[in-house]
């Protein structure tokens, strides 16, 4: 049964009406981490959109102390292992008032390298802690020119200092990216959410 306002359609079996204005964020898919190793996002990923926008939102990891990290893929591959060069820093201060600093983090930072890219780092797993954030990945699906991504974290680490984490960079090549994959450095993911977003 449609849905109809003064005469006109606006929702009928399930599909919304290509008149009716959606904004200019699309949700194009959520995953869920039940104990999951990875998440991965292997659908949705084209042309039809210049950016997408990934909401990662209380990934919670299993086990105290890692790194929270993604990497992409092309076609149906699934190695996970595209070159990337990046940088990363961030912004910490303690619960204790101490440690507060902004600082370059040359250990999480890529020149050239295939492993994954660190999100954020030392990750605590205490029961009221989580990750939260936002990955951006511009044009995947141009022919002509790298990927670039920038993503935006904010979590406690295993030593309750708050953390906000930045990291960018590209992916230097010039075939379409098609999936993405989120993982914990070690251990799984308790739990959490991720939101994959089209960007008109």
Not at 17 to 39: E, F, N, P, Q, R
């Amino acid at each position: 049964m449609g849905v109809i306002s003064n005469g006109t359609t606006l929702l009928d079996a399930g599909a919304l009406d290509s008149g009716i204005a959606t904004g200019d964020m699309i949700l194009l898919s959520t995953a869920t981490a039940s104990s999951s190793a990875t998440i991965d996002i292997t659908s949705g990923i084209s042309s039809t959109y210049k950016q997408y926008v990934f909401k990662y939102i209380s990934i919670h990891p299993a086990t105290d102390g890692e790194s929270f990290t993604f990497q992409t893929d092309t076609g149906t591959n699934t190695s996970y292992n595209q070159t990337v060069t990046s940088t990363f820093f961030q912004v910490i201060h303690g619960e204790n008032d101490g440690n507060a600093e902004l600082s370059y983090n040359t250990g999480n930072d890529h020149a050239q390298q295939s492993s994954f890219q660190i999100i954020t780092e030392l990750a605590s797993s205490d029961a009221d802690h989580g990750i939260s954030g936002t990955l951006h990945l511009f044009d995947p699906s141009n022919a002509t020119f790298v990927k670039h991504f920038n993503t935006n974290s904010q979590y406690t680490d295993a030593n309750n200092k708050s953390m906000n984490t930045y990291a960018a960079g590209y992916f230097n090549t010039t075939t379409a990216l098609t999936r993405v994959r989120f993982k914990m450095s070690s251990g799984n993911i308790d739990s959490g959410t991720i939101k994959m977003y089209g960007i008109k």
